[in-house]
């Protein structure tokens, strides 16, 4: 199999990006199962594909834990889940004037995009009327792009988000379909579609992802990037996993650095226009190679996630200034 892959020329795959072409599934597999010496062919075919859509500006997104733990679902990667022992914190929705700051922060860190994140199935009224207090703030005193991800919305709960000013709303999808109930039983990926369908109908744009290294084949990573084209998310956060202590899925450790750029090579070729992100588990999982994702990304968190901790902002500056590449201030 690797010798045939190396006579693949991984350029015609930017080129078939380009040209609105999708690849086949053979071709998508072909990507991740690739010998590690066609690595740096595939990511400067990548490159192609990313330079023609964004240059080389690099957006910066980050998140704000708004409601930590005390969650009712079992998604097994998560350390808020009902079903995780991990010792994180619990505390209900922050004030107004908490999220309000963390906008601030984000400005600090030449953030265009402010992440409101809070756990749990769906937003109770006085949750969502407490992020729309304070999205309404923001927006009337700030230039920031404010992203909301608050679990499954009703099309009402999507329509007032918008109407506060919330520009985009994130619902991940997380796995494929197939690979859906092994992961979480207390909702489907259904009701997932569904959400960022309804972020759509409102006027919000659409941000959905996945978490790769839950357990999937391959193939899943393949499906749940189609998926991802066919919903037309705008923003595709790509995650890899990082096991917690305490969570169903603590013992799942076998990505490596060259298979998670591969999988971050094979979205940009799949949705070529669309903003990837190198998200969540990207410094324990890509460690020393962090720099070559943005080959293939365009974006990338700063500062820490939900219950881990993510590289000083300062030392992403420094990475992206290295690479040659620079930071897309928010431009509303």
């Avoid at 909702?187 to 659409?206: C, F, I, L, N, Q």
Wanted: glycine content about 6%; proline content about 4%.
């Amino acid at each position: 199999m690797s010798e045939l892959l190396t006579k693949i020329d991984w350029n015609t795959y930017a080129d078939k990006a380009l040209n609105g072409e999708r690849l086949t599934k053979e071709e998508a597999l072909s990507v991740l199962t690739a010998d590690d010496e066609e690595l740096l062919a595939i990511m400067h075919a990548a490159f192609r594909v990313r330079k023609h859509y964004f240059g080389k500006k690099v957006k910066l997104n980050l998140i704000i834990n708004a409601k930590s733990g005390l969650c009712p679902e079992d998604c097994g990667y998560c350390s808020q889940s009902i079903v995780s022992t991990a010792p994180v914190k619990k505390y209900p929705l922050l004030e107004k004037d908490v999220l309000i700051d963390g906008a601030r922060k984000a400005m600090e860190m030449q953030a265009g995009t402010y992440c409101i994140v809070a756990s749990g199935k769906g937003p109770t009224p006085r949750e969502l009327d407490q992020v729309i207090a304070a999205v309404e703030e923001i927006k009337s005193t700030m230039p920031m792009k404010i992203c909301a991800c608050l679990g499954i919305l009703s099309q009402d709960q999507a329509n007032r988000l918008k109407t506060a000013g919330v520009d985009r709303y994130n619902h991940n999808l997380n796995t494929s379909s197939g690979h859906f109930s092994s992961i979480t039983k207390t909702h489907t990926y259904d009701d997932r579609v569904t959400t960022v369908e309804s972020a759509k109908a409102a006027g919000m744009s659409p941000c959905s992802g996945c978490i790769v290294g839950m357990g999937e084949s391959k193939e899943d990573v393949v499906d749940v990037a189609y998926a991802l084209r066919e919903l037309d998310a705008d923003s595709i956060p790509v995650n890899f996993l990082n096991s917690i202590p305490g969570t169903p899925l603590e013992s799942l450790k076998h990505l490596n650095p060259r298979y998670c750029l591969k999988v971050l090579a094979l979205f940009r070729f799949i949705c070529p226009d669309k903003e990837i992100r190198a998200s969540g588990g990207r410094e324990v999982n890509l460690r020393s190679l962090q720099p070559l994702a943005l080959y293939a990304a365009n974006s990338v968190f700063v500062g820490d996630y939900l219950t881990t901790e993510g590289q000083e902002a300062t030392d992403d500056h420094r990475m992206i200034e290295d690479m040659g590449f620079e930071i897309e201030l928010c431009a509303l």
